[in-house]
């Protein structure tokens, strides 16, 4: 349990953090760009919560289902499943294709990769 609360916690604040930028912030930086950004590494900490370790490229799988689900944006996958009226599952989903919003799920998922990059050095300097 001990591996697996910080990663609670900072899934925790990543969501609230999520839900401030989508119902206060409405620039043209925050809420797009950092949002994106923080949304593959809030996906990286709650999946962390239940495998806590030994899969180191989680960040590469993360970034291939943000890639996904963007792509699936593109193919306007919100009409298809007839989710467009439903505002909480549109706004999960997602309802734009933006190139720059697989940039951002890059430059998130880096973060943690060198997370990754930390943690596997510091266990093997512990060992």
């Given amino acids: 349990m001990r591996k697996r609360l910080p990663y609670l916690i900072a899934t925790l604040v990543l969501l609230a953090t999520e839900v401030c930028i989508g119902l206060f912030v409405h620039d043209g930086f925050v809420r797009p760009f950092i949002g994106d950004v923080l ?8 999946i962390r919560i239940f495998i806590p370790e030994k899969m180191r490229l989680l960040p590469l799988y ?11 944006q593109y193919l306007r996958i919100v009409e298809v499943l007839g989710f467009q009226d439903n505002a909480f599952l549109s706004t999960v989903i997602g309802t734009s294709f933006d190139i720059r919003d697989i940039l951002c799920y890059f430059v998130g998922c880096v ?3 060198v997370w990754e990059f930390i943690r596997y050095r510091k266990s093997k300097a512990v060992k």
């Fill in 39 to 46: 949304v593959v590494i809030l996906i990286y900490t709650f």
């Fill in 62 to 72: 993360v970034f291939i289902f943000s890639v996904l689900v963007e792509l699936l």
């Fill in 111 to 113: 973060f943690c990769g």
